[in-house]
């Protein structure tokens, strides 16, 4: 999320930028400029310092004095901390006396990095002679180098390892005769100590004109933003809830006279609200008109979308009478297949009581075998019998003895007997205590209790789980649509077990009559049809959930007594 920022602040802001990067600017050129010019003093002093030294040291080499020259030499070193080393060389490049020791005896050097592509900051080639007749060109040159190792002198540390250096060397003549190379090394740390110290002051004058300038840039900003800032609190108070004048009337109030801002801009956004605002009030009353037109226009179109809504409603009746045609001649064509089902089931019972009573006849000198063909005739009619019953529970309109039931009561009693034929079977159930009782055939219930409980088991196999629930809730209008149904107070039962599962084709036929996914001659198919029938009929819905190898799950609602 964008940070807003007030216009006054980002001015400032902006300026404040502006003069700072200004300084910054200045304060790098100058710093460029005192430092090469503070350079140049300090090798110009570094030259006069040096200047007599080389006078006498070539007085003295011509004289051959080594031993005084050697105490000139110290005694200079130990006046001048910022000198670093001197090597004194002759004319044929060999070391006659230096500040590191064993330099002279091995004719080595190794103070400073040899650097061959160094080239001289600083060079002077002057004469000096002079009154006593003494001349020659005496060569002046300045290397910038680092040093090779720590420098010591006297036991005190005047340069580190990696330090730069000032190099100068001087060509020594005497009498114009050449007599050698005198090398010296010189600290640069006056030289940082004072940039240091003149970039911290005008680092410090700035930041002071920085802050001068801005105090002086706040006051100007201030004071001619203060019409603006009037301006923009007018205009956030337009629409205030707490206020209770119309809008109409706050923009009249509103104060827009001409400002003493020197700020030509913001004089002319005064002016043009001053103008936005006289167009707004002497256009007002036509807008207000132009909304009276509007609220006529939208009666009228109201009154024509009411017609439209009407004409369609009718079509819309119409529409629903051809359907509940066309489900009545579904229903015709479901009866058929229904009644072709049951006569098929029939014909098979009644052949066998024929075959069965023909062998009677048969053998009705034997009375035991007459027994026995008298028993399995009395399984086929009872057989005959149930499938009678489930057909009714499937397609019965009424109840045979309706009255108030309580599912939990019916779930234990049927389970309980269930389970003395199925005692391999694992059974879990959570019951609610406070469950609301229900109206319905208890013969009816147990027969649709008993169904689900064996499909069930026959899914699990010998191995699995069914699990019972009972609760009380509240159906809303889109729970129950499309069931014919009224929201309200319902009982819900799950029975779901672990068994196989079904596909979406199998789900899709669970209730159908006859239908069935055992082997012939293994199941009628119309245990879960009556279910179903039995559940509708009571005024309540029925809802399966099923996914191959996740089980399956029964959601029985009936409507709770009040």
């Not at 006297?154 to 007599?179: M, N, P, Q, T």
Request: glycine content about 8%.
């Amino acid at each position: 999320m964008n940070r807003k920022i007030h216009l006054k602040t980002k001015l400032l802001v902006s300026v404040a930028l502006a003069i700072l990067i200004t300084l910054s600017a200045a304060v790098a050129v100058i710093t460029v400029f005192e430092k090469k010019r503070f350079r140049e003093l300090e090798l110009n002093r570094l030259f006069y310092k040096t200047e007599f030294l080389v006078r006498r040291l070539g007085h003295l080499m011509y004289n051959a004095n080594w031993r005084y020259l050697d105490i000139s030499l110290n005694n200079s070193m130990a006046m001048d901390s910022g000198m670093l080393y001197y090597v004194l060389k002759d004319r044929e490049g060999k070391i006659v006396s230096a500040s590191a020791d064993g330099a002279v005896e091995s004719n080595e050097f190794d103070v400073l990095l040899d650097d061959p592509s160094a080239s001289p900051v600083y060079g002077r080639d002057i004469d000096l002679a002079d009154a006593g007749g003494n001349g020659g060109d005496h060569n002046f040159q300045v290397f910038v180098k680092k040093s090779a190792r720590k420098i010591v002198f006297r036991d005190k540390v005047r340069a580190e390892k990696g330090d730069s250096v000032f190099h100068a060397s001087w060509a020594i003549f005497y009498l114009g005769e050449r007599l050698g190379t005198l090398e010296m090394g010189f600290s640069r740390q006056s030289l940082v100590r004072h940039l240091l110290t003149f970039q911290v002051s005008i680092i410090g004058v700035s930041l002071c004109i920085l802050a001068a300038a801005m105090l002086m840039i706040s006051f100007v900003v201030n004071r001619n933003m203060k019409p603006f800032e009037r301006l923009v609190a007018q205009l956030d108070s337009l629409g205030d809830p707490g206020d209770e004048k119309d809008f109409r009337e706050q923009i009249g109030l509103m104060d827009l006279r001409p400002t003493d801002s020197a700020i030509v801009e913001i004089e002319n956004l005064n002016t043009a609200f001053e103008n936005i605002r006289t167009l707004f009030v002497k256009n007002w009353d036509q807008l207000e008109d132009y909304r009276q037109n509007l609220e006529q226009m939208v009666t009228e179109r109201t009154r024509r979308l009411n017609e439209t809504n009407r004409a369609l409603e009718n079509r819309i009746e119409e529409r629903k009478a051809i359907e509940d045609r066309l489900v009545n001649a579904q229903k015709l064509e479901a009866i058929g297949t229904l009644v072709g089902g049951i006569a098929h089931e029939f014909n098979n019972l009644f052949m066998g009581i024929q075959g069965n009573a023909f062998l009677i006849k048969k053998k009705a000198e034997d009375r035991q075998k007459v027994l026995e063909k008298t028993d399995r005739i009395m399984e086929t009619v009872d057989s005959g019998a149930e499938i009678v019953k489930q057909l009714l529970g499937f397609s019965r309109k009424g109840k045979y003895a309706p009255g108030a039931i309580n599912m939990n009561t019916a779930i234990r009693s049927n389970i309980k007997m269930f389970l003395h034929a199925k005692k391999n079977l694992n059974v879990e159930m959570t019951l609610a205590e406070d469950l609301w009782q229900v109206k319905a055939d208890a013969s009816q219930i147990d027969q649709s209790f008993l169904n689900l409980f064996l499909n069930a088991s026959e899914s699990v196999g010998n191995e699995g789980s069914l699990f019972i629930q009972t609760e009380n809730v509240l159906l809303q209008e889109r729970d129950v649509k499309g069931y014919g149904l009224n929201p309200g107070r319902f009982v819900r039962v799950v029975v779901k077990d672990t068994g196989v599962g079904m596909d979406e084709n199998e789900l899709a036929r669970i209730f159908d009559p006859f239908y069935t996914t055992k082997k012939i001659g293994q199941g009628t198919g119309l245990g879960l049809a009556s279910v179903y029938g039995i559940i509708t009929n009571h005024g309540g819905l029925i809802k399966v959930e099923s996914k191959p190898g996740r089980g399956t799950a029964f959601f029985i609602h009936l409507p709770a007594i009040s």
